[in-house]
């Protein structure tokens, strides 16, 4: 079944593209459990879902002579995500649809991701080997969209930590001193604050974390990095987006991010990058990325956060990613 065929990228831009609809997928399911009533398991965004694998599938066995030994790892997750969509018919019979959080928690669905993910890493795993032959942005598009649909299956994974809820709109109840609510309403304040800060660190997190990993690895053509935030950003918004403008905002950062690091990568060069200039690149992504939200409230109705706290945290997302580029890669030069 696997060759010894140094890479497919045929094949591997098939399987990205694959990955990336099913990954999509999920969340136009996600959208439809909340806006759609839902009776049994056989739905229209259902069978986005498993006519993707199956398409993936289908290309696995036509092109299976041609199979790259970097797929090894990669397709144990074909199994894993049919025996998960299995597992989730019966779970929908016996327990019923699912709503809200438990969307997300539920065992079947993570085993589907799971097995998404490994078999979504096939074209990362060729890329990876074969590194010095990803010269051209066509060249890089099965590696993004690969990491693409891993950013979609994390957003996915941590849905209820999407939006950080700072506009105006999401403001809690006044807390009047005077009122026989005022501690219940301070506490929701509180709460509503303290989450909606943690989002944002976990999202800058997130963001610092693909654009290290993917400008370290790869000498990145112009327009990678923006096509693959925007790719793996945009979409997951979708379940959020109801009479907001969130689908809009998310949009607008990961378009405006993205073309900031592919200047600042422009800047760096070629692999190694030197590492003061890696590190501004660390910083200047997920900074970008949270400032574009408190710029995109500022321009659609205003935010109930203080301008210290907004401040703060476009400043803390540079912390993060500064702090990560040290991790990741402590030494003088930026290449792995």
């Known amino acids: 079944m696997f060759t010894r065929t140094a890479r497919n990228p045929r094949l591997d831009l098939l399987i990205g593209?694959?990955?990336?609809?099913?990954?999509?997928?999920?969340?136009?399911?996600?959208?439809?459990?909340?806006?759609?009533?839902?009776?049994?398991?056989?739905?229209?965004?259902?069978?986005?879902?498993?006519?993707?694998?199956?398409?993936?599938?289908?290309?696995?066995?036509?092109?299976?002579?041609?199979?790259?030994?970097?797929?090894?790892?990669?397709?144990?997750?074909?199994?894993?995500?049919?025996?998960?969509?299995l597992a989730d018919l019966g779970w929908h019979t016996i327990f019923g649809i699912e709503e809200g959080v438990d969307i997300i928690l539920s065992p079947t669905h993570e085993t589907i991701g799971l097995g998404l993910m490994l078999v979504s890493s096939a074209p990362l795993f060729s890329a990876l080997r074969y590194r010095s032959e990803m010269r051209t942005?066509?060249?890089?598009?099965?590696?993004?969209?690969?990491?693409?649909?891993?950013?979609?299956?994390?957003?996915?994974?941590?849905?209820?930590?999407?939006?950080?809820?700072?506009?105006?709109v999401n403001a809690p109840p006044d807390a009047n001193a005077f009122s026989v609510n005022y501690?219940?309403?301070?506490a929701i304040s509180y709460y509503k604050l303290v989450g909606g800060i943690v989002v944002l660190l976990l999202q800058s997190f997130i963001m610092a974390g693909f654009a290290l990993f993917v400008a370290s690895r790869f000498n990145l053509r112009p327009g990678a990095l923006t096509l693959l935030l925007v790719l793996g950003n945009t979409l997951p918004a979708l379940p959020f987006t109801n009479?907001?403008?969130?689908?809009?905002?998310?949009?607008?950062?990961?378009?405006?991010?993205?073309i900031v690091g592919?200047?600042?990568?422009?800047?760096?060069?070629?692999?190694?990058?030197?590492?003061?200039?890696?590190?501004?690149?660390?910083?200047?992504?997920?900074?970008?990325?949270?400032?574009?939200?408190?710029?995109?409230?500022?321009?659609?109705?205003g935010s109930w956060w203080d301008w210290s706290v907004r401040t703060s945290l476009?400043?803390?997302?540079?912390?993060?990613?500064?702090?990560?580029?040290?991790?990741?890669?402590?030494?003088?030069?930026?290449?792995?």
């Open 137 to 168: 942005l066509r060249d890089q598009l099965p590696m993004l969209f690969s990491l693409a649909s891993w950013l979609v299956m994390i957003h996915f994974a941590t849905a209820y930590a999407m939006d950080p809820a700072a506009g105006i």
């Open 17 to 85: 593209a694959a990955s990336l609809w099913i990954s999509w997928a999920f969340f136009i399911d996600a959208w439809s459990h909340e806006n759609l009533p839902y009776e049994n398991f056989f739905t229209w965004a259902h069978a986005l879902i498993y006519s993707g694998m199956l398409a993936l599938v289908g290309m696995l066995v036509i092109m299976r002579k041609e199979i790259p030994q970097a797929y090894r790892v990669p397709l144990i997750g074909v199994p894993i995500f049919l025996l998960g969509g």
């Open 243 to 258: 009479q907001s403008p969130l689908l809009a905002t998310i949009f607008a950062m990961s378009l405006i991010a993205g």
């Open 183 to 186: 501690f219940t309403a301070t």
């Open 262 to 301: 592919d200047g600042l990568i422009a800047w760096m060069g070629s692999l190694p990058h030197t590492a003061p200039r890696f590190r501004i690149y660390a910083a200047a992504v997920p900074a970008t990325y949270v400032a574009v939200y408190m710029l995109a409230l500022a321009l659609t109705g």
């Open 314 to 336: 476009v400043i803390f997302a540079g912390v993060i990613g500064l702090a990560l580029s040290l991790l990741m890669l402590p030494g003088d030069s930026a290449s792995a």
